[in-house]
């Protein structure tokens, strides 16, 4: 399957069309190795000449010139890959290519899969994501002003005196939305092929959420399952038996996912960890030490997940004898924490500014573009189209 590694007529023109997205991949040769084993060379070529907006099959046989009775076969084979999402709407089916991340990548091993080398493809991308954490593909993720994802509180853990709206709110979000469905966790999973586990014990299948039109994608092409409202809740509960912080879009409108994350398999942990404190957005809440009640047990230390919570010291940098102390640029204020203390000394309290997120997914996107300098390809692309909506032929 990796017979066109680094070729110029396949592996490039694709690796520039994906770096039209807002949160791109970083060219190097570990990444043309995962792409090589991801596609083939005619899939390479289709993603390559895919428009940055959704496209009918007709569209995609003009950008292509392959014909109909050849294609549609193949962007059937791409979307069973979770290489391309399909979308049946009004009586059409519209694709979209998938970014690498959050896309292809992890499709990659939210199921258990024979046709792709798996043990392989997670040492090279966990090699890929953290190798040069600071110039590789960790800064093209995390290192953007607006952030691609944001935190949730446990909401059983917020001061009294304080609210959550329903976009903050786990809970809210699973029940305000249309469809919903489970399934493995990617991080997990392609842990378990690099023959580690998590240190939480937390589960692989049956615990990360998808919802809306991309959970309809997923359980059509068994990448998840679909589940009611209410068994979509009892993994939340699972999820916090676990400590584990609740993860989703970083959008206040219709959130397609709510992963449960844990801080040594999951990648936006990690990220967090490696000193990208904004890569993930915030809640409006921080995590707080009661003094007067801590013992310095170290239980929320294991429990943090992105180790904002360590020994306290004194102001010469020794370590106390008790007492723990929390890193406020680092804390995510979900929460995850505070059931695991015995002795009440943890808490949550408001942010001194409760941080608002985008309110759709193309205001984030707009938001990371044109932070990075991106938007020019969109707006020609948008030019292009309304052209051929009112031009014959």
């Not at 949160?23 to 990444?31: F, H, T």
């Not at 992890?106 to 954490?133: G, H, I, S, W």
């Not at 378990?192 to 589960?203: F, V, Y």
Request: hydrophobic share 40%; with cysteine.
């Amino acid at each position: 399957m990796g017979h066109h590694i680094g070729s110029k007529d396949s592996i490039v023109p694709l690796i520039d069309r994906l770096n039209k997205y807002p949160v791109g991949l970083v060219d190097n040769e570990k990444l043309r190795e995962i792409l090589a084993l991801l596609f083939d060379k005619q899939e390479a070529f289709v993603a390559s000449r895919f428009p940055l907006e959704e496209a009918t099959l007709p569209e995609l046989v003009r950008c292509t010139g392959i014909a109909e009775a050849e294609l549609a076969p193949l962007l059937e084979k791409m979307a069973d890959k979770g290489l391309v999402m399909d979308m049946p709407y009004a009586g059409k089916i519209y694709y979209l290519l998938m970014p690498g991340l959050i896309g292809f990548f992890e499709f990659t091993f939210m199921k258990n899969r024979a046709d792709l080398p798996q043990a392989e493809l997670a040492r090279l991308m966990a090699e890929y994501m953290y190798e040069d954490p600071q110039n590789g593909q960790a800064r093209e993720f995390f290192g953007s002003k607006t952030s691609l994802t944001r935190s949730l509180v446990y909401e059983d853990q917020i001061p009294v005196s304080s609210e959550v709206t329903s976009y903050e709110d786990a809970r809210k979000i699973i029940e305000n939305a249309s469809f919903g469905a489970v399934g493995m966790c990617y991080c997990r999973h392609k842990k378990e092929h690099l023959n580690e586990s998590c240190d939480k014990g937390a589960p692989v299948e049956n615990i990360c959420i998808s919802l809306g039109s991309a959970a309809k994608f997923m359980a059509r092409r068994g990448f998840a399952a679909q589940k009611s409202k209410e068994e979509l809740l009892a993994i939340l509960d699972t999820a916090r038996e676990y400590n584990l912080t609740h993860i989703t879009d970083n959008i206040r409108q219709r959130p397609s996912f709510i992963c449960n994350c844990c801080s040594c398999c999951c990648e936006l942990m990690l990220g967090v960890q490696a000193g990208y404190h904004e890569g993930v957005g915030k809640t409006p809440f921080l995590a707080q030490v009661v003094p007067e009640a801590c013992n310095g047990c170290g239980l929320c230390f294991s429990a943090c997940n992105v180790n904002a919570i360590f020994p306290s010291v004194d102001v010469k940098g020794a370590k106390k004898s008790s007492g723990a102390q929390i890193d406020e640029s680092v804390c995510l204020g979900c929460g995850a924490c505070i059931p695991v203390c015995r002795r009440q000394a943890l808490t949550l309290v408001e942010r001194p500014e409760r941080p608002l997120p985008p309110e759709k997914r193309k205001d984030m996107f707009k938001a990371i573009l044109k932070e990075k300098k991106r938007m020019t390809p969109y707006v020609v692309s948008g030019v292009k189209k309304k052209l051929r909506k009112i031009l014959p032929g």
